[in-house]
C-alpha cells in the first residue's frame, strides 16, 4: 500500500477501507463504533515521537460508515478529514509520519480496548508559501 499525501495548508478527505480477513465486503462500522488516530513523527526507531495530529470520530474528523461492497470490490468505511485550518497546522515541511487508527465498539472503548488496528504512513507534502 502507498503512502496517504497530505498537503499542508489544503483542505482534504481521505478514505479508508477495512475489510475482515477472508471477506469481500468492508466492516459495517456506521452504528456502535469510535475511532481515534493520532500522527507522530518517528524518534529514531520509535514510533513515540512528537504528535503532529490527532483525528477523532467524536470531533468530525472521522466519519464511521456502513461499508459493503459494489461488484465484488469493498467500499471505503472510514473517511479522514483535514478543513483548511487543520492542514494548515500541520508542520510544513516534508517528511514521512506514522499513525494507528483504532476503532473500538463504544461498548468497551471507555475501557481501551480497540476492535480493529490499522497502521497507517502519510507523506507531508511541504506547500510553497
Known amino acids: ?19 475482515e480477513s477472508g471477506s469481500v ?29 490527532t483525528l477523532t470520530s467524536a470531533d468530525s474528523r472521522i466519519s464511521l ?23 494548515l497546522a500541520l508542520p510544513n515541511v516534508t517528511t514521512t509520519v506514522y499513525g494507528d487508527l483504532g476503532v473500538a465498539n463504544n461498548a468497551t472503548f471507555a475501557d481501551g480496548q480497540v476492535k480493529y488496528h490499522i497502521r497507517l504512513t502519510f507523506d507531508l507534502i511541504e506547500s510553497i508559501i
Do not use: C, P
Not at 65 to 87: D, H, P
Open 25 to 53: 465486503a468492508s466492516v459495517s462500522l456506521n452504528s456502535g463504533y469510535s475511532a481515534e488516530l493520532v500522527i507522530r513523527r518517528k524518534a529514531g526507531k520509535s514510533f513515540r515521537g512528537e504528535v503532529v495530529d
Open 65 to 87: 460508515l456502513a461499508g459493503g461492497e459494489v461488484g465484488g470490490v469493498a467500499t471505503a468505511n472510514i473517511n479522514l478529514k483535514w478543513n483548511t485550518a487543520q492542514a
Open 1 to 19: 500500500m502507498a503512502n496517504i499525501e497530505l498537503q499542508h495548508g489544503k483542505e482534504q478527505q481521505v478514505d479508508v477501507t477495512l475489510v
